[in-house]
């Protein structure tokens, strides 16, 4: 079958490199795709949002199903979209309609979806411009650090923790009041500050039944030592040494069966990845957030240990049949370390050739923020490439994506040197 991915980041190049694996894929699409994309499908200029030119391709096409990378397109209705229109409403689309994309696109909703079906998480209340005193006054009750959430999509900036309880005022009223994020604070969530070490939970689910892939750590400063600004994220590690078996359980009959089963309760339509953003809090696990796609980097670290044939998995999902599929998994540990332009996560150069990928040995090399451009390999975003290895451990893995970074070079090329410090 022919089958289109959307998006151009590592995760998407990771979901096209393991779909083109499958017997099952006759042709791919990636829209818009990267230099690594390039390499294995067909990469069609078109944007992620661009509903219309998506409808035509898969038309044009012939293409049965579409797998959605980002989360935009599904918290603008791509699924529903789809839906809703007869020539194209039979395509296959992994990810959840619109109502239950709000999961991602709406922290207040996220958080009266866990408090409705009593799964773990921080304590909150959420308030207007028109409630801003009685946030200050919650904010007041509160031991620090104060957690401040915009509600809507903010590029994954809209989360501020304070120490000071004067900041954390001057940083809401910034945020509900001169409109800091755009419409995406016009409604502020405030947290209990939970202290823990974190985690991801990646479920696949058809709506009724579900599948956990492994876990992953992400590192989502940008300097060593999780010092500095936050990032999409700067390398990962799957598994995670200290999920254990025990520790796994929990996350399942606790968070993972209940998640599932309010979707169905609440009537939100989910075909897609649930990535549950978790803190170990003691010995308990709890929900930071959910995301209604695959996390990236994690992809990178998850999908190369899962050994099933993806497209199998993907039409399962979007048949209902999930429970006739055995998630089979890779022992070994996977780890990937994240090349950024210098100067990200705020402003850097683009259009910079990157050099020596072919050098690469032992190594999986998932292109991000690159493009080409007269057959040249250039950077064009901030999170350029990302280097996955496996290992018998995550040391060894991380060592392998360490020697060959050293071949890899573009100017102002940057990378945390320390994935996997705090294991
Ligand atoms: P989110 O966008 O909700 O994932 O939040 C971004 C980051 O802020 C998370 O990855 C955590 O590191 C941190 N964070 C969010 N909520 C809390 C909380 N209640 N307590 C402690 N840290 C948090
Ligand atoms: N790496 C975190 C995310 O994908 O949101």
Redesign the pocket.
């Known amino acids: 079958m022919n089958i289109l991915v959307l998006g151009s980041g590592g995760r998407e190049h990771t979901f096209a490199w393991k779909i083109a694996q499958s017997s099952k894929c006759d042709a791919l699409f990636v829209a818009p795709g990267n230099s690594g994309t390039a390499e294995i499908a067909t990469n069609v200029n078109i944007g992620v949002n661009d509903f219309k030119a998506i409808k035509e391709l898969v038309l044009d096409k012939n293409i049965e199903l579409v797998v959605v990378g980002p989360e935009d397109p599904l918290v603008n209705g791509v699924h529903d979209f789809f839906l809703n229109d007869d020539d194209i409403k039979h395509v296959a689309v992994i990810g959840p309609q619109q109502k239950a994309a709000e999961l991602e696109g709406s922290?207040e909703f996220a958080k009266e979806f866990l408090y409705r079906h009593n799964i773990p998480t921080?304590a909150y209340d959420s308030f207007t411009k028109d409630t801003v005193e009685k946030g200050y006054t919650f904010l007041e009750t509160l031991n620090p650090p104060y957690?401040l959430?915009a509600d809507g999509l903010a590029a994954?900036k809209?989360?501020v923790?304070l120490n000071d309880l004067v900041e954390a005022k001057a940083e809401l009223k910034s945020m509900l009041v001169d409109a800091k994020f755009g419409e995406a604070s016009n409604k502020v969530v405030i947290?209990?500050?939970?202290?823990g070490i974190?985690l991801s939970c990646f479920v696949l689910t058809d709506g009724e039944h579900y599948k956990i892939l492994p876990t992953a750590k992400d590192y989502?400063r940008i300097g060593e030592g999780d010092t500095g600004l936050?990032t999409g994220g700067m390398g990962a590690v799957s598994p995670v040494p200290f999920a254990t078996d025990e520790f796994l359980q929990k996350i399942e009959d606790r968070i993972v069966k209940p998640t599932i089963a309010g979707f169905k309760t609440d009537n939100l339509p989910y075909v897609g990845f649930v990535f549950i953003?978790l803190?170990k809090v003691g010995d308990d696990p709890k929900v930071?957030?959910y995301n209604v796609r695959m996390g990236d980097p994690e992809t990178e670290v998850v999908f190369p240990r899962l050994k099933n044939d993806l497209v199998e998995v993907l039409l399962a999902m979007a048949n209902g049949t999930l429970d006739t599929i055995d998630i089979e998994i890779d022992e070994r540990a996977a780890t990937t370390i994240v090349l950024v332009s210098g100067g990200y996560p705020e402003a850097y150069e683009k259009g910079k050739e990157i050099t020596g990928i072919e050098t690469i040995e032992d190594s999986i090399p998932f292109h991000a923020g690159a493009v080409l451009k007269d057959g040249k390999i250039v950077t064009s975003g901030g999170r350029v490439m990302a280097i996955t290895s496996y290992g018998d451990t995550y040391q060894e893995a991380i060592k392998k994506s360490y020697q060959n970074i050293e071949k890899l070079h573009f100017d102002k090329m940057n990378y945390r040197k320390d994935i996997g410090f705090d294991l």
């Open positions: 922290k921080a957690v959430k994954g809209g989360v923790i947290e209990e500050f939970l202290d974190e989502k936050n953003g803190i930071i957030e």
